[in-house]
C-alpha cells in the first residue's frame, strides 16, 4: 500500500481523497474523501478573473485540507493538486497559484481539457472490469461546473474532448434574471439552454464517437444529485449513489422537476447540497441532452471519477 492525497480543485467545487493505493490489486482504500463548494468559478465567465471572495473560500478549504494530509502523514512527494476549468480560464491564475503554494507546499497543476478526461475516465472505469461486465466502449461524462468532459474508450481512452458546458458557467450565462437565479427559468432561457448544450454536443462529436458506446458512465455532482433525486434517497449516500443505474427516463423526470421547481423546493430535497441548489438545473439537462443524442437506456452513475484517477497518477498510474 502507498498513501497518496489527491486534490481536484474545480469550478464548483474543491475536493480532497487521502486514501491507501495497492497497485497489484487495484485497491483504492479511502482514509479521508470530502467536498467543498467553493464556487472558485464565480463570474469568470463574465470578467474573465477569480473573484477575490471565491479566492479566499478557495484558500480557507485549502487550509483545512493541508491539516488532514499532514494529520494523515502523506508525505509532499505523493500529493497531487489539479486545477481545471475556472482556474484554466482565468487572467489572474497567478494569484491562484500563488496561494496554493503558500498553503500546501506544492503547485496547482492547472491541466488541459484532454488531460483532465483521462484522469476522469481511469477514476470512474478501473472498477467496472470486474463483476459488473458493462458493455464496452464506455462513454464518461463528468458534468463539472465550468466544463464537461467526454471520454469513450475500453481498456484506456480512445477519444476526448473537453467542451464549455457545465453547471455553473450555463446558469450565469442562460439562467439570470436582474442579477438572480430565474425561479423557474422562463421557456425561452430553458431554449437557449438547451441550444447552447446541443451545440457543444455537436463539438465533442467532432472528436469523440458519443454514439458508439455502449456503456454511459456519469461523474461529478451534478450526476450523483440527479441519481439521489431519482433514489428518492432521504440522505444523500454515496454507497447507494455508487454505480446506481438509473433509466433514461428518470433522468428526463428529475430534470424536467427541477427546472420547474423555485429555490425553496429545490433546497428542500433531502439529498440536495447547499451549493448545487442554484446551479443542479442545468446540469441536469446536460445528462438529459447526452442520454438522448446517444440513445442509451441508462447512466450508471460513478461516485468515483477525476479525483480517484489523480489519485492513482501520483503512481504513475494514468
Known amino acids: 500500500m502507498t498513501r497518496v492525497?489527491?486534490?481536484d480543485c474545480g469550478t464548483n467545487s474543491v475536493r480532497l481523497l487521502v486514501a491507501d493505493l495497492d497497485p497489484a490489486t487495484g485497491t483504492l482504500t479511502d482514509l479521508d474523501r470530502?467536498?467543498?463548494?467553493?464556487?472558485?468559478?464565480?463570474g469568470v465567465d463574465r470578467t474573465g478573473r477569480l473573484a477575490p471572495e471565491a479566492l479566499e473560500r478557495t484558500f480557507a478549504a485549502c487550509r483545512e485540507y493541508a491539516e488532514a494530509i499532514r494529520a494523515h502523514g502523506v508525505t509532499p512527494e505523493r500529493v497531487r493538486f489539479v486545477a481545471t476549468s475556472a482556474s484554466?480560464?482565468?487572467?489572474?491564475?497567478?494569484e491562484f497559484v500563488r496561494g496554493v503554494v503558500d498553503i500546501l507546499g506544492t503547485g496547482p497543476e492547472v491541466?488541459?481539457?484532454d488531460e483532465e478526461a483521462a484522469l476522469s475516465f481511469t477514476g470512474a472505469t478501473r472498477e467496472l472490469t470486474g463483476g459488473m461486465r458493462l458493455p464496452r466502449p464506455y462513454l464518461v461524462v463528468d458534468i463539472g461546473g465550468g466544463s464537461t468532459e467526454f471520454v469513450v474508450g475500453d481498456d484506456a481512452v480512445r477519444a476526448a474532448r473537453s467542451?464549455?458546458?457545465g453547471c455553473v458557467r450555463l446558469t450565469e450565462r442562460h439562467l439570470l434574471r436582474d442579477g438572480s437565479i430565474a425561479d423557474p427559468p422562463a421557456p425561452g432561457q430553458l431554449a437557449a439552454l438547451r441550444a447552447d448544450i446541443d451545440a457543444a454536443l455537436d463539438l465533442a462529436e467532432r472528436t469523440v464517437p458519443l454514439?458508439?458506446?455502449?456503456?454511459?458512465?456519469g461523474l461529478a455532482g451534478s450526476v450523483t444529485t440527479v441519481a439521489a433525486v431519482a433514489l428518492d434517497l432521504p440522505e444523500y449516500d454515496p454507497a447507494a449513489i455508487h454505480h446506481s443505474r438509473i433509466p433514461a427516463a428518470r433522468v428526463?423526470?428529475?430534470?424536467?422537476?427541477?427546472?420547474?421547481?423555485?429555490?425553496a423546493e429545490r433546497a428542500a430535497i433531502p439529498v440536495m447540497h447547499p451549493g448545487r441548489v442554484d446551479v443542479i438545473g442545468a446540469g441536469a439537462l446536460i445528462l438529459r441532452a447526452v442520454m438522448e443524442r446517444t440513445g442509451l437506456a441508462e447512466v450508471v452513475v460513478s461516485?468515483?471519477?477525476?479525483?480517484?484517477?489523480?489519485?492513482?497518477?501520483?503512481?504513475g498510474e494514468v
Open 211 to 217: 454514439r458508439e458506446a455502449r456503456t454511459l458512465v
Open 111 to 113: 491541466i488541459t481539457g
Open 163 to 165: 467542451v464549455d458546458i
Open 5 to 7: 492525497a489527491a486534490v
Open 34 to 42: 470530502r467536498m467543498t463548494v467553493v464556487r472558485l468559478g464565480q
Open 88 to 94: 484554466r480560464d482565468a487572467e489572474n491564475r497567478d
Open 303 to 315: 461516485e468515483h471519477d477525476i479525483l480517484d484517477g489523480i489519485a492513482w497518477s501520483v503512481l
Open 252 to 263: 428526463a423526470a428529475v430534470t424536467d422537476r427541477l427546472l420547474a421547481a423555485t429555490h
